[in-house]
């Protein structure tokens, strides 16, 4: 009860905050809308959505379906827009990977791959945590963040299994990883992309390739460090969870079958690194393999699917349409930065605005949203764009209180049998370093007046 209260509170101080700002004039480059009534009712239904999310009054898949409902009800975006999103590539790549690491398991590959990880690790829990996140933040540097923990999932769960620790106390870093090992190259994450072109639509001075490894490996060590020093010790062990493995550990496997899953899985792995294709098709193809070769049963794979994972990304993803077309995430722009002229304070507001957005919108739509907004606000503060662009690309993949603020968090959201708050338990120490070290280092690296 008293939880609930308090996001009440916050919930109110947050529109009171809002409700004002319309009646005065934009900060630079924003554009208002010229009638506020929806965008006021989407940040009504983004911040009970989010209560529902940190109270769990009613299951998480039912919270985010009722999001597109009440957008398509309410008219701020039509309901073919608000359910589409359950045919958006990335969600159908989340059910292939779910059926094709299913398969490794099926067939004892996710078991042999575990068991020589715990061979090498020698059973120790945080130097498997550390070996595994320092993996996957350095595939995720040239590979896509989503592509690399959707491969790297099946693989943990197998070092889980045999070295009988709970997932719960290894996905959540390695997805945490994922995103800061994509914030080191462009092509890592989408919304470095996004930033640099940005930038070069507008005739400004762009990225290099390896430019963002100067704020991205700095964040990425802090990562490492922290759960290697620290955090570890305070991530969550399910014994329901505990008991699943110990189950799943006697389930015969389909061994004659593992040659065929181990040439399947290497397949999706090299048309995902090499981008040969796209991430879905190659996910797709090998989730079709892996039926047709008989490493898996369709009523198997039908049950692979985390169903919860699937509801809560594809819901929420209607949000962030909403967030847009009503003039919503502009308000709150606007809100936020047009008090600010100090650019260290101006940095400051960007990257929390950004880190705060994104937690509730897909992290691409945010740097899509914020890029357009810092590129008129440092010129009109006569400061480059750079810093302020830099921070919102690295905030808006350093997220890690909610499980749809980025891809990575949502597919471990299921396997790791986490909940909503479990994010916000155990992720605020990194989100505060994150944000502290973009503040700090980036107008350093990148200066305002150069």
């Known amino acids: 009860m008293k939880r609930a209260l308090t996001c009440i509170l916050f919930l109110c101080v947050c529109l009171s905050l809002l409700l004002p700002s319309a009646a ?77 690491g299913e398969g490794t398991f099926i067939t004892g590959f996710a078991d042999m791959v575990g068991r020589a990880a715990v061979r090498i690790s020698r059973g120790n829990t945080v130097l498997l945590l550390i070996s595994a996140m320092t993996a996957v933040g350095l595939l995720s540097t040239v590979l896509s963040n989503t592509g690399t923990i959707v491969v790297a999932v099946p693989m943990i769960l197998g070092i889980c299994l045999s070295a009988r620790i709970s997932p719960g106390k290894i996905l959540l870093p390695e997805a945490y990883a994922a995103s800061l090992g994509g914030t080191v ?42 759960y290697g020093l620290i955090g570890h010790r305070f991530l969550p062990d399910h014994p329901d969870t505990d008991e699943e493995l110990y189950l799943a550990e006697e389930t ?43 490493c898996m049963t369709m009523h198997e794979a039908f049950h692979s699917v985390d169903w919860t994972t699937i509801f809560l990304f594809a819901g929420m993803l209607s949000m962030s349409a909403a967030m847009t077309s009503s ?92 909940s909503f708050l479990d994010y916000v338990k155990y992720g605020w120490p990194l989100q505060l370093i994150s944000v502290l070290l973009c503040c700090l280092l980036i107008p350093l690296i990148w200066p305002f007046h150069p």
């Open 327 to 418: 003039g919503a995430a502009a308000l709150v722009a606007h809100a936020v930065v047009s008090g600010f002229s100090d650019p260290w304070l101006l940095m400051a507001v960007c990257c929390l605005l950004t880190a705060v957005i994104t937690h509730f919108m897909s992290n691409t739509a945010t740097a899509a949203l914020m890029a357009p907004l810092a590129l008129p606000i440092a010129q009109a503060s006569g400061i480059s764009p750079l810093p302020l662009c830099m921070g919102i690309a690295m905030t808006a993949s350093a997220c890690f209180l909610t499980p749809i603020a980025t891809p990575p968090n949502t597919i471990v959201f299921g396997p790791g049998r986490y």
């Open 252 to 294: 015969p496997r389909r061994r004659k079958k593992l040659p065929h899953a181990m040439l399947i899985f290497g397949f999706v792995v090299i048309m995902m690194a090499s981008e040969m294709m796209p991430l879905t098709t190659a996910a797709m193809i090998g989730a079709c393999l892996m039926v047709m070769t008989r």
């Open 24 to 100: 005065h004039a934009a900060a630079p480059g924003i554009v208002l809308p010229a009638d506020p009534t929806q965008a006021y009712i989407t940040l009504g239904i983004l911040l009970i959505a989010a209560l529902m999310f940190f109270t769990e009054v009613i299951p998480l898949p039912i919270t985010a379906l009722l999001v597109p409902i009440t957008l398509s009800l309410t008219g701020i975006i039509s309901a073919e827009k608000a359910f589409s999103y359950f045919g958006d590539p990335t969600v159908v790549l989340f059910m292939a990977m779910f059926i094709v």
């Open 185 to 226: 190259t462009l092509v890592g994450t989408p919304p470095n992309g996004i930033i640099n072109s940005m930038l070069a639509q507008a005739g400004a001075q762009t990225f290099t390739f390896f430019e963002f490894a100067y704020i991205g490996l700095p964040l990425l060590l802090a990562g490492l460090l922290y």
